[in-house]
């Protein structure tokens, strides 16, 4: 089994609907992200939580929420999906003891009509 | 913002040598370098913290110039292996530690053929 897992991995969604993609890990690191990719623009920060009461904005926020249930869960949510926020969605982890290198899942693919 | 990767493509032939750059207008805590094939999560390569210290894979070298924010990736000998997306990601000096968040540059296409 994987050690950072995404669900769903693949979604077709409408305008206008709420999408809620979750992360669960064992990997028992605190720091949990969510990154963005689109084709030729690499892979954009949306938001990271240090630690369940720590959750920080990243650099494309808007649109988006998150929510942090417990040390191994941070879901990401799209309240009103719009068909710009077509992409690839990566949850991701780190550990300080490994200098922040990052665990990523397997990524779920998100197509809004 | 983001860091600026250079060439934006790469095509070797098997046994051909490659250096993949990446710079910051930034100053920076630590740099790392993840490769991504197509359709898959992108995986740890190597880091490289500010102070010289460097982890990570046996058969792929790299550098980072703390004075000019700058990185390189160095791929010897390339296999077919090799071809997938490079990406860097920069970590930012918080004035003795980081902030703990990657900005990744665009990525580099690297393709070797036989």
């Known amino acids: 089994d994987a050690d950072v897992t995404q669900t769903p991995r693949n979604r077709i969604t409408k305008t206008g609907k709420r999408i809620m993609l979750e992360c669960s890990q064992t990997?028992?690191?605190?720091?949990m992200y969510w990154y963005r990719q689109d084709p030729g623009l690499g892979l954009q920060l949306i938001y990271y939580?240090?630690?369940?009461?720590?959750?920080n904005k990243g650099e494309i926020s808007d649109g988006y929420s998150v929510s942090r249930q417990a040390q191994a869960k941070f879901s990401l949510s799209l309240e009103s999906a719009i068909p710009n926020q077509t992409a690839l969605y990566f949850c991701?982890?780190?550990?300080?003891?490994?200098?922040?290198?990052?665990?990523f899942g397997e990524g779920s693919r998100l197509t809004v009509l | 913002q983001q860091p600026v990767q250079s060439p934006q493509a790469v095509i070797l032939r098997e046994g051909e040598d490659a250096v993949i750059n990446c710079s910051s207008s930034?100053?920076?805590?630590?740099v790392h370098w993840y490769r991504q094939k197509h359709g898959e999560a992108p995986v740890f390569l190597m880091i490289?913290?500010?102070?010289?210290e460097q982890k990570g894979h046996e058969k792929i070298s790299a550098s980072f110039n703390e004075k000019k924010q700058q990185s390189s990736l160095y791929l010897t000998a390339s296999q077919l292996s090799y071809s997938g997306t490079y990406f860097c990601?920069?970590?930012?000096?918080?004035?003795?530690?980081?902030?703990?968040?990657?900005?990744f540059g665009q990525g580099t296409i690297l393709t070797v053929h036989p």
């Open positions: 991701a982890t780190s550990d300080l003891s490994r200098a922040g290198e990052l665990f």
């Open positions: 990997k028992g690191h605190d720091r």
């Open positions: 939580s240090f630690d369940v009461k720590d959750i």
């Open positions: 930034k100053a920076l805590y630590s």
């Open positions: 490289l913290l500010k102070g010289g």
């Open positions: 990601g920069t970590d930012e000096w918080a004035g003795g530690t980081s902030y703990g968040k990657l900005t």
